[in-house]
Nanobody, 114 residues
Framework: QPQLVESGGGLVQPGGSLRLSCVAS????????MSWYRQAPGKERELVAS????????NYADSVKGRFTISRDDFRNTVYLQMNSLNAEDTAVYYC???????WGQGTQVTVSS
């Protein structure tokens, strides 16, 4: 059974940083585009960032451009989301996904609050 396991969420003050990690297993990670989504309370799930297989191409939601960076390490089967200058609007459950394969992680909570 393919698996995605996120980690790195938590409580951070406004202006702070977090790095999320997502470790993939039981599928050909390096062959697959990967994404980070988030869902805030009462809102629909939204795409935050995506990265192509090989890492040559990345895309970001307008709300996170210049603050978040997605990257991948195919040797470690891991995709990362570096989040800087966090604000309250970034509070959400963050999900790692291999959307084209239908694989989703269980999510990790990020809370930005003073």
């Amino acid at each position: 059974q393919p698996q995605l396991v996120e980690s790195g969420g938590g409580l951070v003050q406004p202006g702070g940083s977090l790095r999320l990690s997502c470790v993939a297993s039981r599928f050909r990670f390096s062959y697959v585009d990967m994404s980070w989504y988030r869902q805030a309370p009462g809102k629909e799930r939204e795409l935050v960032a995506s990265i192509s297989k090989g890492g040559a191409s990345t895309n970001y939601a307008d709300s996170v451009k210049g603050r978040f960076t997605i990257s991948r390490d195919d040797f470690r089967n891991t995709v990362y989301l570096q989040m800087n200058s966090l604000n309250a609007e970034d509070t959400a459950v963050y999900y790692c996904a291999a959307v084209t394969q239908g694989y989703w992680g269980q999510g990790t909570q990020v809370t930005v609050s003073s």
